[in-house]
């Protein structure tokens, strides 16, 4: 049996919804034939832990270095201040990566992988490569475009893309070109285009179980236009994620847009709905009383109220995560406004709106206008929507699998 190590990058829940997408994958072709390990740390490490109650002693809490948050995102200044010195109740960012690196060195000995799968590790490529040891690294960004006012970032950039070129194979959890929502994060050199491989985007690949509608799913039903605003992130990132939504309602040419908020947190107390004559009403109540409504806050969306959503609104205002992309766009065909948070994001929906599939936005007044213009030109929106969804790769777990049996059985 070959032993497989699995390493997941603890910044944000899209490194470890990838890895788990994918060990679906793994136990369903390979599972007999492999025995699978996982590291990571903080709430991820977690989340592994829930997920295999009866695997714990093969999942391994090693601290991986990770930013500091600040109020849009990792904070620059306050990571940069850790390097040396302790700061928010952690160490200095310096032994953090000693530490992580030794421990890392010490896993690999232990445990004699056969082979490794990075998702955000790049320190687990080069421990990979100084053992011969084959390595895949699953990335939506290599050398991401910087904006002129992070040029200063450009250092961590090349030292990061120095150790992902480190790997056997890289796997780029996307579609292949002309049709990559990550394209402007990746610039790979001519030198590495043979490790490289598209393999389409991670889903889930879950059959949604049909269940009675909800109260949430008979209130929206047979409603026209509403937009669909996605909260996503860390605590920081849905914080100022929510004030931006805020800022954009308050213009006066907004009042009749209608609009679901997702706030991605599971406390029922958000639940609530704003009828148009200006009263607050439980869901339920909303639903009984046949309340003509103008907004929909709503705490957590089940899998199957989720879907209901997204087939039945007519755009969606999101972050630019690449996951969530993925989905509204190629999944479901419909047009985004993208509110970056980080670079990462920018390029994204900056692809995204130069493919006339979105529109990027970066004030309130921009997204106002952003809405305008999708509710004016949706037919336009419509048109390279369907175009960009028959080509959208929903493969990436299947054809990662089946890199891992080849590399496996060299």
């Known amino acids: 049996m070959k032993k497989i190590g699995g390493f997941i990058y603890p910044w944000g829940n899209g490194h470890f919804t990838r890895m788990m997408n994918l060990d679906k994958s793994i136990q369903d072709v390979i599972?007999?034939?492999?025995?699978?390990?996982?590291?990571?740390?903080?709430?991820?490490?977690?989340?592994?832990?829930?997920?295999?109650?009866?695997?714990?002693?093969?999942?391994?809490?090693?601290?991986?270095?990770?930013?500091?948050?600040?109020?849009?995102?990792?904070?620059?200044?306050?990571?940069?201040?850790?390097?040396?010195?302790?700061?928010?109740?952690?160490?200095?960012?310096?032994?953090?990566?000693?530490?992580?690196?030794?421990?890392?060195?010490?896993?690999?000995?232990?445990?004699?992988?056969?082979?490794?799968?990075?998702?955000?590790?790049?320190?687990?490529?080069?421990i990979a490569q100084r053992r011969n040891i084959k390595c895949i690294f699953i990335t939506n960004q290599f050398r991401p475009k910087l904006w002129a006012s992070r040029f200063y970032l450009y250092p961590g950039?090349?030292?990061?893309?120095?150790?992902?070129?480190?790997?056997?194979?890289?796997?780029?959890?996307?579609?292949?070109?002309?049709?990559?929502?990550?394209?402007?994060?990746?610039?790979?050199?001519?030198?590495?285009?043979?490790?490289?491989?598209?393999?389409?985007?991670?889903?889930?690949?879950?059959?949604?179980?049909?269940?009675?509608?909800?109260?949430?799913?008979?209130?929206?039903?047979?409603?026209?236009?509403?937009?669909?605003?996605?909260?996503?992130?860390?605590?920081?990132?849905?914080?100022?994620?929510?004030?931006?939504?805020?800022?954009?309602?308050?213009?006066?040419?907004?009042?009749?847009?209608?609009?679901?908020?997702?706030?991605?947190?599971?406390?029922?107390?958000?639940?609530?709905?704003?009828?148009?004559?200006?009263?607050?009403?439980?869901?339920?109540?909303?639903?009984?009383?046949?309340?003509d409504w103008i907004r929909i806050d709503i705490g957590f969306l089940s899998e199957q109220e989720k879907n209901t959503v997204l087939n039945s609104c007519k755009y969606a205002v999101i972050n630019g995560s690449h996951t969530a992309m993925g989905e509204i766009l190629g999944g479901k065909a419909k047009p985004i406004i993208g509110i970056p948070v980080y670079d990462e994001h920018t390029n994204q929906i900056k692809w995204a709106q130069d493919k006339n599939l979105g529109i990027l936005s970066t004030t309130a007044k921009q997204t106002v206008k952003a809405v305008q213009q999708i509710n004016l030109n949706y037919n336009k929106y419509q048109e390279n929507l369907l175009e960009f969804s028959r080509n959208y790769s929903t493969g990436g777990t299947k054809n990662t699998v089946n890199i891992i049996s080849e590399i496996l059985e060299d």
Request: aromatic share 8%; with cysteine; glycine share 6%.
């Open 157 to 291: 950039v090349i030292y990061v893309s120095k150790n992902i070129e480190k790997a056997t194979k890289i796997v780029v959890a996307d579609s292949p070109p002309p049709y990559t929502i990550c394209e402007y994060n990746l610039n790979f050199p001519d030198k590495l285009k043979e490790k490289v491989v598209y393999v389409g985007h991670f889903s889930n690949g879950n059959t949604i179980q049909s269940k009675p509608k909800s109260d949430m799913e008979k209130l929206i039903e047979n409603v026209d236009g509403f937009g669909y605003w996605m909260i996503t992130g860390n605590k920081s990132t849905k914080k100022i994620t929510l004030e931006n939504y805020e800022k954009t309602f308050q213009n006066p040419e907004m009042p009749n847009e209608r609009r679901i908020i997702s706030h991605a947190t599971n406390d029922p107390a958000l639940d609530k709905v704003l009828g148009k004559d200006g009263k607050i009403y439980s869901i339920s109540e909303a639903l009984e009383r046949k309340i």
């Open 31 to 126: 599972k007999d034939d492999v025995e699978m390990h996982y590291t990571s740390s903080g709430e991820i490490y977690q989340k592994l832990l829930e997920r295999f109650p009866q695997k714990k002693d093969k999942i391994h809490n090693i601290e991986m270095p990770t930013p500091i948050d600040g109020k849009k995102g990792p904070s620059i200044a306050l990571s940069l201040l850790n390097f040396l010195l302790p700061l928010s109740g952690r160490p200095p960012l310096l032994s953090v990566v000693t530490n992580y690196l030794r421990d890392e060195g010490k896993l690999y000995n232990n445990q004699k992988f056969d082979l490794v799968i990075n998702d955000g590790d790049v320190g687990s490529n080069a």
